[in-house]
């Protein structure tokens, strides 16, 4: 069975730190994709990033960055210079191989406060 | 990116009475929609699969005569919440999958607030 852990449930900090919400996934296939979603107060879901499981570049986009370790079943997402606009809760997520019912299992979340 | 949406964004029904709620693709197809709900604070969960021109697939302990589903095109899916009670309250969001491509990712729609007196 598919699991994703989000063991941080709620972080605090202040506008221009840095901050790393970490990601830890369980499964036994040997392709899968991993997903980060970003959940404003507003309610809608927003795609942030999606990696596969043969893919093990870091990637960067302006002040997010991912780094993708397999070897410890992490997914680990940074944001540089947090800004206040980051609050939101963030989701950690995992689906199995292509297919027509590639199913998403959701971690816990993290709700993320910055504060000027 | 894709565009998903979803009617209406709130609503307040009596006790007793049926909600249907639209997810909508609105610039690709998608052959796969799915369906969550989110309660407060809480992780999403899904509720089931919907595949364009065949039944839905639910999940372990989703009723599906409760929560009916149809997706009659490639565009649009609608979940049906039958006889709604108050412990039917909560926040269901919909997704799409992009038929299109081979990307393994799904577009959220907005999600609709439903409260049941």
């Known amino acids: 069975a598919q699991k994703v852990t989000q063991a941080q449930t709620e972080i605090s900090v202040v506008e221009k730190e840095d901050v790393t919400l970490d990601c830890v996934y369980e499964?036994?296939?040997?392709?899968?994709?991993l997903f980060w979603y970003k959940q404003p107060p507003s309610g809608e879901l927003v795609f942030l990033i999606r990696r596969n499981s043969f893919d093990e570049q870091n990637e960067i986009s302006g002040r997010y960055s991912w780094n993708f370790q397999k070897s410890t079943s992490s997914f680990n997402f940074t944001i540089t210079a947090s800004q206040v606009v980051d609050s939101a809760v963030y989701f950690c997520a995992l689906s199995e191989a292509a297919g027509t019912a590639s199913k998403l299992t959701f971690g816990t979340g993290t709700r993320l406060q910055v504060t000027l | 990116g894709a565009v998903v949406s979803q009617h209406p964004s709130r609503v307040i029904c009596k006790s007793g009475t049926s909600v249907k709620i639209e997810c909508r693709s609105l610039?690709?197809?998608?052959?796969?929609m799915f369906w969550y709900r989110q309660f407060p604070k809480q992780s999403l969960m899904l509720m089931a699969t919907?595949?364009?021109?065949?039944?839905?697939?639910?999940e372990q302990g989703v009723e599906k005569d409760k929560f009916l589903i149809n997706h009659a095109s490639l565009t649009l899916s609608t979940l049906t919440v039958t006889s709604a009670h108050p412990e039917d309250s909560s926040f269901y969001i919909c997704?799409?999958?992009?038929?299109?491509?081979?990307?393994?990712?799904?577009?959220f729609g907005p999600g609709t607030r439903l409260l049941v007196l």
């Open positions: 919907s595949n364009e021109g065949s039944k839905a697939t639910y």
């Open positions: 997704s799409a999958r992009d038929f299109g491509t081979v990307q393994e990712t799904q577009y």
């Open positions: 499964t036994r296939d040997t392709t899968y994709y």
């Open positions: 610039d690709f197809q998608a052959t796969t």
